[in-house]
């Protein structure tokens, strides 16, 4: 199973892009690359998905070199609703069972 | 939209009772599961479910049993509530076969406190 390392915390300020990497240096062939937004007694909740260099929807983009063994969310002009704890995830879609969350980094973002 | 319910936002229970926490989903997935959630840990799989009646365990089982009779239903046992089970339960639903999705869709969580 792909195990996950990314930053316990992060700070920055409304407007800036914030990007958060995710090491995942065992990853596998089937293996996506999924990240999850979670706000205070909230579940967390989908933010993006890819398998390889880039992709971009409304929310976010996320930055897959050729290797695949890291990832970086992009998070373009926050505010201050951004902040939330968001985890990067690495598995084979095909196997639910090996959906395994890390403890995620915690995002504060100030005025 | 999909929409996960749990039975209760919190709930407040004493050691020794047993404990049912329900999950309900209305988007005919096949994969469901439960997570439990503490600071500093992340979420952490307890069970999950591929199809009605079939469960697998996860990561931390020990003090737990689930049940799934239904596909849209998966319950949470805790057969004698410790004081170590007080945590955030969260539920989730995935997608399977044809409608896969790797997009997990969690329900609002149930805070227990076991006193």
């Known amino acids: 199973l792909a195990k996950t390392t990314q930053p316990i915390s992060m700070d920055s300020y409304e407007g800036q892009e914030v990007n958060i990497t995710c090491s995942h240096n065992n990853i596998a062939t089937n293996d996506y690359i999924t990240w999850y937004q979670q706000f205070p007694s909230q579940g967390p909740r989908f933010i993006i998905q890819g398998y390889k260099t880039k992709v971009t929807n409304e929310v976010a983009s996320l930055f897959i070199p050729a290797d695949r063994k890291s990832s970086t969310l992009s998070l373009p002009r926050v505010s201050l609703s951004d902040t939330a704890v968001y985890y990067c995830l690495v598995g084979d879609p095909s196997s639910a069972s090996k959906i395994i969350f890390g403890s995620g980094t915690r995002l504060s973002i100030r005025p | 939209d999909v929409k996960v319910t749990q039975s209760s936002r919190y709930l407040v229970k004493r050691t020794g009772e047993k404990v049912f926490l329900e999950c309900v989903q209305d988007?005919?997935?096949?994969?469901m599961f439960w997570y439990r959630q503490d600071p500093g840990l992340g979420l952490r799989l307890i069970y999950f479910?591929?199809?009605?009646?079939?469960?697998e365990k996860g990561d931390i089982p020990e003090g737990y049993s689930v049940s799934r009779e239904k596909k849209e239903r998966f319950s949470l046992i805790l057969e004698s509530a410790s004081t170590n089970q007080t945590s955030m339960y969260l539920c989730?639903?995935?997608?399977?076969?044809?409608?896969?999705?790797?997009?997990?869709?969690f329900g609002p969580g149930t805070r227990l406190t076991v006193t």
């Open positions: 989730a639903t995935l997608g399977g076969g044809r409608a896969f999705s790797y997009e997990q869709y």
């Open positions: 479910s591929y199809d009605v009646k079939m469960k």
């Open positions: 988007m005919d997935h096949e994969n």
